[in-house]
Structure formats: structure tokens, C-alpha cells
């Protein structure tokens, strides 16, 4: 029997590129344990909810970049629960009716090649709760991420394998750092996801929803790694439970991903799932969303990944390949356009980051923002090379330098005495050195081996340390070897 | 020669004079606060290293004031009358109360309510029942009993309460005394320990209606910590007292006043209700039309149960913040769940469990439309009733209660059905945020008896001025307590 699958997504996302919390005048950074606290973050009597006007624009932002519908009027509700990193017992979020910062939207995104559309349920705002960290001793919390905003998507289950989730996750993640709204970073955790997977028969027809199968919600998946596994586990478990025939007697139920063993893991069913209790936050007035407001941060939005690809792929010339791999990151696609600016030719740019700057952050595991390159440093180094001041076979090594220890190329190419040789007279007698040495090579060559040319120009700059320019040195072996 | 039984100009007077110090004041008002507490247990802390302060033009200045014990105050034991925070002293002081302390206003007591303002009877603080000054046997009403019995006790011209259903204005009542929470928002509640957000109000307790307007001049003024504050710096309460009513149009409800709708009343009912209309003639006479108008009484009738629901469901989540984790005396247990269960068990008088109860009840998703929601949309339609009252009236004149202070003992606190709307009506004021006064209007068998003034939002100026002019026709201005009158 075959199957397809229907995977929705919850996607909460930090904003974090805001200064102060959704509802408090602390701090929003990631900063030592318990030091961007304000009273109103741990709960304390009398205090009060302020909303945070920035947190609200970049979420209509992040709203109007999914093509969702905004509301009239923000409301926010409570959520209420207990928990030890919910001081005040509940959180301050948003629900559908009233509806939230975005309602109704949809997303292209590329998956393999291939582009795809998802539809978006909603988008809203609210805040985040503290972080504990739980010792054998007992717990440790920090109230640094108590009221920090929060962005939660939800998305209808128009996925249907763990490739499009992460595919998708990846796009939106792109979205936030394009958009400035989050550095989306997993690994300060700013980034986390609940998952619904179901199967059902291939055979039917998946727009009605009473074919669906029975909706398995995967709780707190902190990576886009994690999505991926537990999407891939989980829908061995249902195929499997189908296959033994004991798919119908699974309830629908919240399950937990568990990393360390690679499984999901039953938390509640649907009996005990939990009523939250929602009323409208009454310490919040409802605000009137301004139509000139919402003008204001339509025409704010910064140009995003797949803009600047297109961009790229038309005005620069760039393969769609490398494009692809330049708008990535928004980092390195920001120090591209960078070194740019500063009169390097795009492609050499194009080149120079695409292999030599991500081989070398790739082979570290290290981010941009570890290193000492910088645009200025880059794009003086093309220029070198252009100008035939060093050879490209010595920039990669200037490169290396530059980039561990943020000095100009122009002083690593003096500390070295890196210069190229571009004497004509000095390349020809090096040529016939070489040649007078390899007999034998040039009975080959005449003999219609050809690329032994290559062998002999290889010679050449391994006699000069690579200090020769490689094409006088190829033009000057030509004609040479032409004349033996 | 004691100050403390004057009003606030009259004791300006005496220190812009040089007839006594604040340091002199602040001793007065110590030593009757010892005096108070021991007779009327009114205070939950006595500030005894309170000192006095420079003296300047304001009015505020060097003159001692209570706090009811649910504002949060830097430094002082801070405690809700709750066993829950006993021992919480916070780290930052009330928005309301640092702006009286910048008028220069000293501070000589945190006084008692009923468990974080969730009673009506002054008898549920943690530190017990405070006792009425008029009348030991009989209760202050609450939940500002505290503050009501201490300024109706002389011990100092005013002092802050709150009100979320009739806290301040009820109390004021049974204690013959003013009472005023001025529209939603003019004074910030940043600091106040909630109650019911939508309905919580910050207002003040004194002895006549200037006091009112002076001490909520001082205390009001937006905060950008709470959203709901609102720029009132045009606003001067003090000087727009002018007494000037003449033209100015109150309406009073049948359906609440005429004794005819209580066929059982008693004695006490019938006097009360007899003596408001003794009182519209007063208004009368200051040249003010007076209406009766109709409102529907099942409609009246269905305050009480709005005011329970949605008071229940708000204070259920806002004290879900009190687990003894973070604040409060940490409860016993191997689990936090342990250990937050045994905190709240032994912290919450039984009163304060029930009302969760009900709360939490309402707001389930299986009962939401029918409890919260529909709440909701009757406090809209009460809302929109007085609204309509407030496009052709100035204000709404209603008799505060059934009558005097009840008994302590043997009183039964079982609502009434035929007199429920009369005894609660104020909830009203805090479903539409309106501002509210309540004055006294005279005595029934030595106790005294308070009529209610309220108005349109934003329109305090006009509901003081009315009720300033009506406390001129009347001789219970700036009356202390006097047992066994």
C-alpha cells in the first residue's frame, strides 16, 4: 500500500532584533543568565503588560511577507497554564477570533528545484517564557527569555515529506534574517517547532479533510536536523502501525521528540489535552492598526533571499547554482554586495565567496562573524590579482591570512615578498630551464601529447613558487616549446 | 489641639502658619493609628520611623496619609491581607503612590482589606476583622474597611483604596464618610496588586468632597507602565470646584429607589430610601432637575451574577502569579506541583478558593459562551443603558445599599434576591469605568448612610462638582466617627 503524508507546521521563531521585550523594557539580547529583567518578567504584584510597538511592526512585516490578512484592530488574549518558566501563569499571546497579526495567508517556496506553495493558517505575536534548565539537584531558570517576542506560524499540512518541511523551515528562517526581524538562530535557540504528521491512502483524495488520518503532534523540535528525523520517524511508526493493522487504534495524541534516542515519545492524549482558558488581555486597550502604518512597513521591507537571487542571476550574471548558495546566509550575501560596492567585479566576488570564503567557514564550522575578513580586505585582494600584483595561486594563501588575522593583503603580500613575476624575459628563462630539464616531456608533446603542456607550465610555477603569472607563463611555454 | 480630624486645606493652613509641624502631624497620626488599630484592628503595618517633610504650596505636602495594604510599596511589607505575601516586601513603589510622595505626602500606615480586595465585609484579611468606628459590633463594608475606618477615625484626612466592585464607595458608606474612584485609567494601577483588571480602579477615601479631588489631582497622571492610563494633565479636579449645579440634570432609577418594588423591606430599608429621597429634594433646592427613569429590572437583576463571573474568571488568572516560588513563603513538597498546591492551600481563605473555583469554571471551554461571554455582553448592555442615562443626564443619583453598616455577628451574608441590585448596583461604575462618588446622606438608628453621584467617563470634574454642591446642603462634611453616637 502506498501512502501520502500531510505534515503542518508550528513554527515559533524569536524576534530578536528588537531592544527591548514584547511586554517588558528589559533588555531583548542574549546576555548572561538573569540580567535583562524587568519586575514585570518574573510576575511581581501590580505589574502590567506594555506592549512593544517595534516587536508589533516587524510582525506585521513578517505578516505582510506571507501574504496574510491583517486585523483592524491587535488584541491579545491569556493563555493561562502553570509552569515554572510562566511566572505569571499565563502567557500573553494571541488567538484566531480575535484574529491575530495574520490571518490567511500563503508562501512560494523552492524545495529540490522544484517551487512549491504552502498555505499559511496564522501568524501571532506573543511573548516567550523563561528557560529552565533542569540538574539532577534541581531546576535552574532564566527569566533572560521571559517576555522576549515570540512569532509563531502556523501552517496548513500542505508539506508532505521531511524535504518540503525543511525546505520550507529554511525559507522562512531566510525570511526573518532578510527581513530583520530575528537572526533566527536554532542554536541560541531561537528557533522552535511543533509537528503534525498523518498518513493516509494514496488513493484518496487529500483536499478532504475527512480522509486525513489521525493528526500526531510532535512537540518542541529544537532543529531543523530534528524536524527532519522525527518527520521521517514518525511516518515509519504510522506506516508501520497500518501495515500490523493497528492504526485505528491509535488516539490522536502529542508526542515528544526525543534526540537522544532518535524516537518520538507519547507526552498526552487528546483527553488531556489542556484547557487554556483564553480571555482577552484586559490591561491591553485594542489598538487600530493605522492603514498608514501598514503602507510605512510594506514599503520598509528590506529585499529578500529570493529577490536578491533573481537580482544576482540577472544584473550580475551569476550562475543560478551559485546565486543560490550567495543568498543563503544573509550574512554572506550582505558581504558579497558589500565587496561589490567597493569595485570588485561580481563574479570574481561571486567566486571568491562561494568557494574560498564558505570552503574555509565550512571546514572550521565557523560563522561570518567569527572571522577578520572583511569586504574592504576582499575586494582589495581582487583587485591585486587583477592588477597581477600576486598571482591566484598566492592570494588563496593571503586569503587564509587575511581572514584568521584581518590584516590587509596588501601588508601579507609585503610581510612575504610575494610578488609576481610578470617579467617577460625573466618567464622565458625560466621556460627554457624547464624545458632544457625535460627532454623526454617534449618528445611527448611533439608526439601529440598536448596536455603536457600543462605538466611544464605546472613546472614553471612550482621553480618559481607559484610567484609566476600562470598565463605569461603558459603563453611564453607555447611559443617556446613551439620553437624546439 | 489635633489636626488629623481637619481637612486637607484646613491643615495646609496650619503648617504654612507655623501652628504645627509635619513631624508634629506624623506624631498625631502615629499615635491614633496605635489608638485605631488596638480598637478597630485597621492596620495590617504602622510606620513608625515615618517622618515629616518639608512643607511647600501643595496642598499634599507634610501631611500624613494611609495606603491600603494591596499597593505595592518600596521597602514596606506589602501583603494584600493575604497569608500568600505575609512576608513580601516589594522593590518598587506603586506609580500612584510615588506621585503622592513627589506632592510630599507622608505615608503612616498600610491599612486592611479584604483578601486582595475580594470581599465586601472587611472581615477576610489575614490580620483579621476590622471593626466599624461608629459602631464596633458592625462591619466597615470592604474591601477598603482599613482606609475607611481609619479616616473615618480621625487618624488622617485621607487614604488610597481601590475599587472593583464597590471597595471604596461602599465602605465610605457604612463608615460616613467620602469615597471616589475617578474614571478607568486617570490613576495608573502599575503597583496595584490586581483583583479584576477590566474592573480594578485606584481612588481614594476622605472625609469631604474637596479632599477627593486634591488627593486624586495628586495622584492621577498617564504611566507609560500601564497601557490603560491616559493623559488627564488638562484636568485640575480642585480648582473646577466651583459648586456651580444649577441647571445640571440627575436621574435617579424606579426600579432601584421606589420601596414599593421591596414588599418585605424593613425598617432600615424604608428609612434609607425615605432619606434618598430627602436627598433628591436637597438636590432640588441647589436649583438641579431630578428624573426618575425605568430601567428593566431583570437587566439590573442580572449585575450581581455579571460582576461574579467576570471578576471571578479575571482574578483567577491574575493570581496565578502567586505559587511561592518567585515571592511569598515558599510551600512544602517534593514537586513544584507540590509545592505550589501546599502554598496555595494554606495561603487563600476559603472565600478567595471559591471564587477560583467559580473562575476557572466560567472560562472552560464547554462553559465560555454561555458564563464569560454572555458576562460580557450583559456588562455591554449595562454599560450602554448608563451611557444613554449619561446623554441626557449630568449624573446617576442611587442610594448606596440597603441601609447602614451591617451586624458582624449574625448579620448573614446570603444575597437577597429581591434587594441584590440595590446592594450592588456600584458594580456598574466599574463595568464602564465611570467616575463614582459616594457621599454620606445622613443616619439611621446612629449609623450613617451614603448616597452615590456617577457619571459619564472623563466627566469627573462635573460628578465632584455635583456632589461638592450636595455636601454643602448637608451637615456630614469632614464628620469623624463617633461611637454610640
Known sequence: MDYQVLIGLEMHCEISETNTKVFSSARNSFSEANTNVRPVDMAFPGTLP???????????????????????????????YYYPDLPKGFQITQETKPIPIGIYGHLDYECNGEMKKIRINNLHLEEDAASSDHLPGGS??????AGVPLLELVTEPDLHSADEAVAFLETMRSIYQYAGISEADSKKGQIRCDVNVSIMDKDKDASDPSNWGTKIEIKNVNSFGGVRDAINYEIKRQIELKEDGKYNEMPQQTRRWDEESGTTKFMRGKVDAIDYKYFVEPNIPKFKIAEKWLEEIKNDIPTLAHERKEEYIENYGISNYDATILVKEKDISDFFEETIKLGSEAKSASNWVTSNLLGYLNKQEVSLNDTKITPENLAMLIKMVEDKEISSQQAKGVFIESVETGKSPKDIAKEKGLKQITDSGEITKIVNEVLDENPDIITQYKNGKVAMLNYLVGQVMKKTAGKANPTLARDTMQVEIDKR | ???????????????????????????????????????????????????????????????????????????????????????????????????????????????????????????????????????KERMCAGSSAGSAAAVAAGVYPYAT???????????????????????????????????????????????????????????????????TSWDSSNINLYEALDGKVQGKKLCYIKELCDINMYPQADSELKEHLNNFMLTLEKCRNLGMEVEEVSVSEKLLKASPSVYVVISCAESTSNMSNLTGFIFGPRGDGNTWQESMKNYRTKGFSPLIKRRFVIGSYVLQSQNKDRYFHNAQKVRRILVDTWKNLFKKYDAVILPVGTGPAKKLEGSKNILDENTAALEDHLQIG????????????????????????????YDDANVLNIAYALESAMDYKNQVAREGK
Not at chain 2, 471616589?180 to 483583583?195: D, H
Not at chain 2, 464602564?432 to 456617577?454: A, E
Open chain 1, 50 to 80: 506594555v506592549v512593544n510597538k517595534e516587536a508589533v511592526r516587524k510582525a506585521l512585516m513578517a505578516s505582510l511577507i506571507l501574504n496574510c490578512k491583517q486585523p483592524e484592530y491587535v488584541y491579545f488574549e491569556r493563555k493561562n
Open chain 1, 140 to 145: 535552574l531558570i532564566d527569566y533572560n527569555r
Open chain 2, 1 to 135: 489641639m489635633t489636626y488629623m480630624d481637619k481637612t486637607i486645606e484646613e491643615i495646609h493652613e496650619a503648617l504654612q502658619k507655623g501652628e504645627v509641624t509635619s513631624d508634629e502631624l506624623v506624631k498625631e497620626s502615629l499615635a491614633k493609628s496605635h489608638e485605631v488599630n488596638k480598637k478597630y484592628n485597621a492596620f495590617v503595618t504602622i510606620l513608625d520611623d515615618a517622618k515629616g517633610e518639608e512643607v511647600t504650596d501643595d496642598l499634599l505636602s507634610g501631611i500624613p496619609y494611609g495606603i491600603k495594604d494591596n499597593y505595592s510599596t518600596k521597602g514596606i511589607l506589602s501583603t494584600g491581607s493575604s497569608n500568600t505575601l505575609k512576608d513580601y516586601v516589594p522593590f518598587f513603589t506603586a506609580t500612584a503612590i510615588e506621585n503622592l510622595e513627589k506632592h510630599g505626602a507622608i505615608a503612616v500606615n498600610k491599612t486592611v482589606l479584604d483578601e486582595f480586595g475580594m470581599g465586601g465585609t472587611g472581615t477576610t484579611g489575614h490580620t483579621g476583622v476590622v471593626r466599624n468606628p461608629w459602631d
Open chain 2, 161 to 227: 483604596g481601590s475599587d472593583t466592585g464597590d471597595s471604596i464607595r461602599k465602605p465610605a458608606a457604612y463608615c460616613g464618610i467620602v469615597g471616589y474612584k475617578p474614571t478607568y485609567g486617570m490613576i495608573s494601577r502599575y503597583g496595584l496588586f490586581p483583583f479584576a483588571s477590566s474592573l480594578d480602579h485606584c481612588g481614594v477615601l476622605t472625609r469631604c468632597v474637596k479632599d477627593a479631588a486634591i488627593v486624586t489631582d495628586g495622584m492621577k497622571g498617564q504611566d507609560k507602565y500601564d497601557m
Open chain 2, 430 to 457: 466599574n463595568y464602564g469605568g465611570f467616575p463614582s462618588i459616594t457621599i454620606p446622606n445622613g443616619f439611621i438608628n446612629n449609623l450613617p448612610v451614603g448616597v452615590n453621584i456617577t457619571g459619564n467617563c
